[in-house]
């Protein structure tokens, strides 16, 4: 028999978190819930890597400058 969710074990579900996380933390948990599923599934299609590389090409290169100091 295949286990399936009715709408007694999702709102369950919600009071159960409701009750951990309280209202006010709820757009929290909610949002990093998002970005991780997005971050799985890009991670399973394999667009990590590229993107990646397209953050370091968009960030401008620091050069490190010694300031030489007379004395």
């Known amino acids: 028999m ?3 969710i009715g709408p007694w074990e999702i709102a369950l579900i ?3 978190i409701l009750i951990v996380f309280g ?3 709820l757009p929290q ?3 990093a819930i998002g970005k991780g599923m997005r971050s799985f599934q890009k991670g399973r299609r394999g ?3 590229g993107e990646e590389e397209e953050e370091d090409e968009d960030k401008p290169k620091k050069s490190a400058r ?5 004395s």
Do not use: H
């Open 47 to 49: 667009e990590d890597s």
């Open 14 to 16: 919600l009071v159960i």
């Open 29 to 31: 948990v909610g949002g």
């Open 23 to 25: 209202v006010g933390k």
């Open 2 to 4: 295949p286990f399936r």
């Open 66 to 70: 010694k300031k030489s100091t007379k």
